[in-house]
Nanobody
Framework: QVQLVESGGGLVQAGGSLRLSCAAS????????MAWFRQPPGLEREFVGA????????YYGDSVKGRFTISQDNIKNTVYLQMNSLKPEDTAVYYC?????????????????????WGQGTQVTVSS
């Protein structure tokens, strides 16, 4: 089993930045891809970004391209989401996800059903 724990959420003004972290423990050496999804209030969970456990490739959702950056640290078993130029519409619960499959194409990694490990989520609120 793998456990994922997110941290780094909070309240920030529009235009500000936050960095989320997701630490993996347990059988983390079996992981092949990690991702961030988010769920705004009353809406479906949507894809934010994904990265292969070894660093590349990485993909982003259209709404965050150019503003968010996903990265990983294999030594710390941690994936990060650097969020810049935040907007009120970025307000959501952000979830970390991971899988053990070797496929790393955009369609597969942007689909929430491709992940079987999930964190508990961390709230990000962007005020206008």
């Amino acid at each position: 089993q793998v456990q994922l724990v997110e941290s780094g959420g909070g309240l920030v003004q529009a235009g500000g930045s936050l960095r989320l972290s997701c630490a993996a423990s347990g059988r983390s050496n079996s992981l092949r891809n990690m991702a961030w999804f988010r769920q705004p209030p009353g809406l479906e969970r949507e894809f934010v970004g994904a990265i292969n456990w070894y660093g590349d490739p990485r993909y982003y959702g259209d709404s965050v391209k150019g503003r968010f950056t996903i990265s990983q640290d294999n030594i710390k078993n941690t994936v990060y989401l650097q969020m810049n130029s935040l907007k009120p519409e970025d307000t959501a619960v952000y979830y970390c996800a991971a899988n053990e499959q070797n496929w790393s194409d955009y369609y597969f990694l942007s689909t929430k059903e491709s992940y079987h490990y999930w964190g508990q989520g961390t709230q990000v609120t962007v005020s206008s």
